[in-house]
T-cell receptor, first 111, second 114 residues
Framework: KQEVTQIPAALSVPEGENLVLNCSFTDSAIYNLQWFRQDPGKGLTSLLLIQSSQREQTSGRLNASLDKSSGRSTLYIAASQPGDSATYLCAVSSGANNLFFGTGTRLTVIP | NAGVTQTPKFRVLKTGQSMTLLCAQDMNHEYMYWYRQDPGMGLRLIHYSVGEGTTAKGEVPDGYNVSRLKKQNFLLGLESAAPSQTSVYFC?????????????FGPGTRLTVL
């Protein structure tokens, strides 16, 4: 069974800092990897989706990379803002109609 | 365009009671999903549907039933609620399945079973 791990569980950074969130998965046979954002008491919002054939995806200040062979992905957030404070979830699709989620990294950006 | 909506937002049940959670999407998506989110665990798939009239089991289906009578609606039922079903339930939908495209999530239903 696919296992997805996110480290650290929580992270606090001062405003303006660049940061990296990490995601690792145990089975490299994946269709894609997605990064989601979850605000307290809210649903998930998709940030980036990387297909298995891709190495990275960018959206604004966000850049996600994928190294399928090593089972790792990173989400890079440039020039962090207080509005970036949320929990970031990584999810992997292994081809069936199921996403395997990590437990998330709770990010706090301090003004 | 409301996206994915869930009813109700909160609910408290006593052990043994039944209830139905409603999910609706207005994006004409074929695939719909029910997940549960528990502290310290990632979201886990309960059931899913690949189209109107179809349902299939996910990772943790025991104690739940689902129905997809209309393409835009996906219902999750608890016939006899147990404290272990205390959780936050999320519905999601996607245009194409097999994890190949983005899933759009509803705001969640927080269920407490006493």
């Amino acid at each position: 069974k696919q296992e997805v791990t996110q480290i650290p569980a929580a992270l606090s950074v001062p405003e303006g800092e660049n940061l990296v969130l990490n995601c690792s998965f145990t089975d490299s046979a994946i269709y894609n990897l997605q990064w989601f954002r979850q605000d307290p008491g809210k649903g998930l919002t998709s940030l980036l989706l990387i297909q298995s054939s891709q190495r990275e995806q960018t959206s604004g200040r966000l850049n996600a990379s994928l190294d399928k062979s090593s089972g790792r992905s990173t989400l890079y957030i440039a020039a962090s803002q207080p509005g970036d404070s949320a929990t970031y979830l990584c999810a992997v699709s292994s081809g069936a109609n199921n996403l395997f989620f990590g437990t998330g990294t709770r990010l706090t950006v301090i003004p | 365009n409301a996206g994915v909506t869930q009813t109700p937002k909160f609910r408290v049940l006593k052990t043994g009671q039944s209830m139905t959670l409603l999910c609706a999407q207005d994006m004409n998506h074929e695939y719909m999903y029910w997940y549960r989110q528990d502290p310290g665990m990632g979201l886990r798939l309960i059931h899913y549907s690949v189209g109107e009239g179809t349902t299939a089991k996910g990772e943790v289906p025991d104690g739940y039933n689902v129905s997809r009578l209309k393409k835009q609606n996906f219902l999750l039922g608890l016939e006899s609620a147990a404290p272990s079903q205390t959780s936050v339930y999320f519905c999601a939908s996607s245009l194409i399945g097999r994890g190949t495209d983005t899933q759009y999530f509803g705001p969640g239903t927080r269920l407490t079973v006493l």
